[in-house]
């Protein structure tokens, strides 16, 4: 397995440009299933993520084709099957938004049940609940979710989530977008990502209204067409360069950038005392401001307040601020793996259940670590940047899973960091 060997204490300067967002990518590359027609996503970003999604598709049937490494031509056409197997599954949990247009567009879908995965159980019981008020009957068969329309094409119906989940309210709205009559979602996500596929789908011809908001309105319609569309910028990507800026003391300007979609992570972080400077719609300039940094308390919640994709990230950068913050996470149920392995790299942090106490300000020193989720390996690179002496993290296939080109992005502006490949950790284990 890849491991990045880090050695902190390089302020970083310079310009980072931001990719597409991974988690508007996945569900906007499912919706490619509801049409016959050809689909064209621009700025997809190129990550293990995308690269799996796409092998769905391929194995599904569909065409896609690449004339440019983030343009992705997809025709689904040609649907032969209608099964997301457990091999693709169990890598990617995100395989599950084929449930929906799968559905929705055949009347029948089949996909490995997705097993938990290092920050939390996961169930999917949400969306399987709503595809019955759809319509379909759902069962589980050796560990694969069967779901059918019994009548061909699913009914419009009100969904009230009992909790907000990101991914059921994408996979309702591509369900609801070919049902017989209108759906109403209440307790709907509100994220970015949500609002980015309502984009794609209405310009397929879907009636959606509301994406955004906690109540979506979507009349389904008989047949979607093709489409072109750009994703937008990664706001977790973002949030993780500004405080790549910060926590090592450094001046970074963040190009391609969304600054409306994680409104709540830059008045965090002011508050803390970075300096972030809005220069356009679509850049920032961030600086660590000279008076340090203060410790500020943070809970997570659905957008658009603070989100669980930035708490690790915001935990690294803590250990760095002057007093004590609190840092509660109410999202997932396991999301604090990055902190024991922070707390080898020196960081003074208490976490029992999900609240994690953390005393700054703290030198962090190099040590080796381990990856354990895609967030907590950004947690551990941000750490490393800033830590004396050198870090080497294991397991960063996960950090690929989702920030495009890290290792390029960040040694542009000044990081020492490079990626050892297996094969030449082994070789240099054998001379
Ligand atoms: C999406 O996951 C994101 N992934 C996650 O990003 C993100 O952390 C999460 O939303 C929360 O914002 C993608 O968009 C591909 P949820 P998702 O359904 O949709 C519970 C990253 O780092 N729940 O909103 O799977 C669930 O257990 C990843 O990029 C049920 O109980 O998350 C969790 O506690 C990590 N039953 C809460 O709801 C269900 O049927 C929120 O989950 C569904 C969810």
Do not use: W
């Not at 902190?8 to 509801?34: D, F, V, W, Y």
């Not at 979506?216 to 979607?224: K, P, R």
């Not at 030198?363 to 080497?392: I, M, P």
């Amino acid at each position: 397995m890849d491991k990045f060997l880090i050695r902190g204490g390089a302020p970083l300067r310079g310009t980072i440009e931001i990719s597409g967002a991974k988690n508007s990518a996945l569900p906007c590359l499912a919706a490619t299933l509801l049409t016959a027609e050809t689909v064209t996503l621009h700025n997809v970003p190129y990550v293990k993520d995308l690269i799996t999604q796409r092998r769905l598709l391929e194995d599904l049937g569909a065409t896609v084709l690449t004339p440019e490494l983030r343009t992705h031509k997809v025709t689904a056409k040609n649907i032969e099957t209608f099964e997301a197997p457990y091999e693709l599954v169990k890598t990617m949990r995100a395989s599950v938004l084929a449930l929906g247009p799968l559905l929705a567009r055949f009347g029948q879908a089949k996909v490995s049940l997705p097993g938990g995965c290092a920050i939390g159980t996961r169930p999917i019981d949400l969306h399987l609940k709503a595809f019955e008020q759809l319509g379909a009957t759902v069962s589980l068969e050796s560990g694969d979710v069967v779901a059918r329309a019994p009548s061909g094409r699913l009914t419009g119906a009100e969904i009230s989530f009992e909790k907000v989940t990101v991914t059921g309210t994408e996979n309702v709205m591509m369900a609801a977008a070919l049902a017989k009559g209108k759906t109403t979602i209440l307790n709907a996500a509100c994220e970015p990502e949500i609002e980015d596929l309502a984009e794609l789908l209405n310009k397929m011809g879907a009636r959606i209204k509301g994406a955004g908001t906690a109540t979506i309105e979507i009349e389904g319609v008989e047949n979607l067409s093709g489409a072109e569309h750009t994703i937008i910028p990664d706001r977790i990507e973002t949030g993780t360069f500004i405080v790549a800026a910060a926590i090592t003391k450094g001046e970074l300007e963040i190009r391609n950038c969304a600054p409306q979609h994680l409104v709540a992570v830059i008045e965090k972080l002011r508050a803390v005392g970075v300096d972030i400077e809005e220069l356009n719609p679509n850049s920032l300039l961030v600086k660590c401001c000279d008076k340090g940094l203060t410790a500020q308390s943070v809970t997570t919640e659905p957008h658009p307040l603070f989100p669980t994709d930035m708490q690790a990230q915001y935990m690294a950068l803590m250990t760095q601020a002057e007093g004590v913050s609190t840092i509660t996470e109410t999202i997932f149920e396991n999301r604090f793996m990055h902190a024991s392995e922070l707390i080898r790299m020196n960081a003074k942090i208490e976490f029992s259940g999900s609240t994690a106490r953390v005393r700054g300000v703290t030198d962090l020193t190099g040590a080796r670590v381990q990856a354990s989720d895609l967030r907590a390996s950004a947690s551990l690179v941000l750490a490393a940047l800033c830590a004396s002496g050198e870090t080497l993290i294991d397991r960063v296939y996960h950090i690929d899973r989702g920030y495009e080109n890290i290792v390029k992005k960040l040694g542009a502006v000044g990081a020492k960091i490079e990626r050892i490949t297996e094969s030449a950790a082994k070789s240099a284990a054998d001379q």
